[in-house]
């Protein structure tokens, strides 16, 4: 059973920066994807970031430039850091992680239940 846990989430100042961690338990067989997307009240969620297996990173528009998306292959942690954060930068952000939980499984996103970002002076 896999399992991830989104933590680093809270109130931030316009213009700072946040630092979010995702910490998997479980293992996978194989993995695609791992990435983080966000959600503000009333808005689709959205793509932020995503870290392929072949350490290729893929960026939203909104977060290129400011966001570095990483992993910890030791701990099986992902991070986000995003710097210059504005309102638009509120809302709730998941972590997920597109994989196959066992030879022969089909592939699936597994997520975690998010931890909220609120930016404000």
């Known amino acids: 059973q896999v399992q991830l846990v989104e933590s680093g989430g809270g109130l931030v100042q316009p213009g700072g920066s946040l630092r979010l961690s995702c910490a998997q338990s479980g293992n996978f067989f194989s993995v695609a994807s791992r990435g983080w997307y966000r959600q503000a009240p009333g808005r689709p969620r959205e793509l932020v970031a995503q870290i392929l ?25 992902v991070y986000l850091q995003m710097r210059n954060v504005t309102p638009d930068d509120a809302g709730v952000y998941y972590c997920k992680i597109r994989g196959w939980i066992t030879r022969g499984a089909p592939i699936k996103d597994y997520w975690g239940q998010g931890t909220q970002v609120s930016v404000s002076s």
């Open 53 to 77: 297996e072949d350490r290729r990173t893929d960026y939203a528009g909104f977060a290129e430039g400011r966001s570095i998306i990483s992993r910890d292959r030791a701990t099986d942690t």
